[in-house]
């Protein structure tokens, strides 16, 4: 089966209008796939589905919702009921970083509902439609820093362990239902994320290679029912290969000292 065979007529996208989700999300429209696309700001949704459409010849439905809400995940849920959701990309994410007792609770629970909480309740929901159907594809995106301690980004390695460890072990479980599942581990990616990191962080410190978002997502793409993981850069590969092998005290002590030396006094 083709792309479109396998996965459909209607792939839902969060966070798919700026950074790799919006990459991703051009790549599944040069695909002829139509796209879900959801985010909290329906002037911008507007303006990227007017872009979608023009550019790929698809059809766009835009969700305004804030993941951080348990109310609004019922919301996308409503609003697809009519589409079949062959591809679920939950991308969106929220990322502190700092010392953790000086970061308001509040943002980082809302980190945990958006991280955690609603790309769990996301899978579930539609994992069981693809069940069913028996064929779609879930492409979950962790982080390098999922795959190591990663100390003044503690809340965020944390939610993003479970993440890549959620999407494994679904691997196994959904394989033999005709269901993909992938998760990408982004390391440093040239992002608004990113960016907005960079005041408090110098990234050349860091043993990784940053990334281009649309290199990122070509990847990301391919290895959706091809490979369970996905790691962009073989500098990133590496070091998440190396780290695996170290205890957890030298792992513990590695990423306090690198961390160290990229944040800004």
Known sequence: MNFKEKYGKWALITGGTSGIGEEMAKIVASKGVNLVLVARRQNVLDEKAKLFKKQFGIDVKTISADLTK??????IFEETTALEIGLLIPNAAIENHGFLMDIPID?????????????????????NKMVERGKGGILLVSSMIGHMPNPYFA?????????ANFG????????????????????PTDTPM????????????????????????????????NRPHVIPGRKNTIMVRMTKMMSTLKQINAGGKMMDKAMND
């Open 70 to 75: 348990k109310e609004d995940l019922g919301k």
């Open 107 to 127: 943002k980082e629970l809302a980190a945990i509902q958006m991280d955690i909480v609603s790309v769990f309740t996301m899978t579930h929901h539609f994992g």
């Open 194 to 225: 990113l960016n907005g990191a960079m005041g408090e962080m110098d990234i050349s410190k860091m043993p990784m290679s940053i990334q281009k978002p649309d290199y990122v997502a070509q990847l990301a793409i391919d290895g959706l029912g």
């Open 168 to 187: 494994f072990s679904l691997n196994y479980e959904l394989k033999n239902k005709g269901v993909d599942v992938t998760v990408l581990s982004p390391g």
């Open 155 to 163: 809340n965020y390695a944390g939610v993003k362990a479970y993440v």
